[in-house]
Nanobody, 121 residues
Framework: QVQLVESGGGLVQPGGSLRLSCAAS????????MRWFRQAPGKQREAVAAITTGGSTNYADSVKGRFTISRDNAKNTVYLQMNSLKPEDTAVYYC???????????????WGQGTQVTVSS
């Protein structure tokens, strides 16, 4: 079992930055690909980024060049650095674990509770 807790969301102006964190407890963090998903009001949950145990990364086209995913296996934590934020990035951001591979769309069985990101002037 893996428990995930996200933090770092908030209100930011367009063009601003935020850094999300996802702290994992339980066993197996370093064994799994970690992913970030997001869900905007009235829309389906969509994949944002993935990072494998070896540090390989993959991103949705909509965030390439603006978002960076990273992980610290010693701290059981995955991060999402978000720069040049746009209003369309507004969503609840979820951390996901338990899957393998580099596809951003694979959904592992473990989810955090989500953290709200609002981009607005």
């Amino acid at each position: 079992q893996v428990q995930l807790v996200e933090s770092g969301g908030g209100l930011v102006q367009p063009g601003g930055s935020l850094r999300l964190s996802c702290a994992a407890s339980g066993s197996g963090f370093s064994m799994y690909t970690m992913r970030w998903f997001r869900q905007a009001p009235g829309k389906q949950r969509e994949a944002v980024a993935a990072i494998t145990t070896g540090g390989s990364t993959n991103y949705a086209d909509s965030v390439k060049g603006r978002f960076t995913i990273s992980r610290d296996n010693a701290k059981n934590t995955v991060y999402l650095q978000m720069n040049s934020l746009k209003p369309e990035d507004t969503a609840v951001y979820y951390c996901n674990s338990g899957g393998l591979g580099l596809s951003i769309a694979t959904r592992g069985p473990y989810w955090g509770q989500g953290t709200q990101v609002t981009v607005s002037s």
